[in-house]
């Protein structure tokens, strides 16, 4: 049984001061999580005393991005060494923020994906239709050529490795997200695009795919009900630990009914 999975994307919402207070509240609620691969990315500055704080608490630590060269000349970028050598575990890859603001290419994420895999990161992969795609019926076709490329030399055991998240760029920082009804259709023709690339899969069951996009505790339980949901990807709603921990709670509880 593959773990649920529970990621808290901080984005440049908290100071680092902010950070470790933050690191500290969700720490004090206690987050035993039987099933559940919990974790959170904090900015580049805040890495280093997060993953000191969160170490041994269960609560893994990702960065937000990453550079896809090693070492070298590539001023103001981070290495995959030192957030390894910070005991760093995730690293978020293609946001849409760092696509649509920052100019990041589906060529860069594919170079950025294999360093991370290469060096032992879970890249969390982020992908998701525009607005006009989705008006088009374009979703799936415009996906599944993004995974085409983005996924280009990478075989079939290390993509059982990636947390593929799916975030419809329209249902990110909004106050409504997709429906739950309407998300699940969505990755079930993602794991069977994801099956045509590994014919090995069995109808692309193995891989881990989580929805993010405005999950807040009001939509959580409707999406954890959703078969084809591996596990839910917060942002916002994250950072208010109450509603973290309920979040936890929730999600630990269905990982113990599926077992
Ligand atoms: P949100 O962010 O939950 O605040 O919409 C989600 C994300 O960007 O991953």
């Not at 994307?9 to 500290?24: I, V």
């Not at 995959?80 to 290419?105: A, P």
């Not at 193995?206 to 993010?212: A, D, L, Q, W």
């Not at 109450?242 to 113990?256: D, P």
Request: proline share 4%; glycine share 10%.
């Amino acid at each position: 049984m593959k773990p649920m999975i529970l990621g808290s994307g901080w984005k440049m919402f908290l100071s680092d001061s902010e950070a470790l207070a933050h690191a500290e509240a969700i720490a004090a609620y206690g987050t035993e999580a039987q099933g559940v691969e919990l974790f959170v990315l904090p900015s580049f500055t805040a890495l280093h005393r997060v993953t000191e704080r969160l170490a041994g608490s269960g609560i893994r630590v990702g960065a937000q991005n990453m550079a896809w060269a090693e070492k070298g000349a590539f001023t103001g970028e981070v290495s995959v060494l030192s957030l390894k050598e910070m005991g760093v575990t995730h690293v978020e890859i293609g946001h849409t923020e760092r696509r649509e603001l920052f100019g990041e290419t589906v060529a860069t994420i594919a170079l950025k994906l294999r360093t991370a895999l290469h060096h032992g990161l879970i890249p969390v992969y982020c992908f998701g239709e525009n607005a006009v795609e989705k008006r088009n019926g374009q979703t799936e076709r415009v996906l599944a050529e993004e995974f085409r490329e983005a996924l280009h030399g990478i075989g079939f055991e290390e993509a059982q490795t990636l947390i593929f998240a799916y975030e419809p760029v329209w249902a990110i920082g909004v106050a409504q997200s997709a429906q739950p009804e309407e998300v699940n259709p969505i990755i079930g023709s993602l794991r069977s695009v994801l099956a045509e690339l590994y014919p090995s899969s069995k109808e692309g069951s193995e891989f881990r795919i989580v929805y993010g996009g405005s999950v807040n505790l009001d939509n959580f339980p409707k999406l954890l009900e959703q078969p084809h949901i591996d596990g839910l990807f917060v942002g916002r709603a994250s950072l208010v630990p109450e509603h973290y921990a309920e979040m936890v709670r929730q999600m630990t509880r269905k990982a113990a009914e599926q077992r």
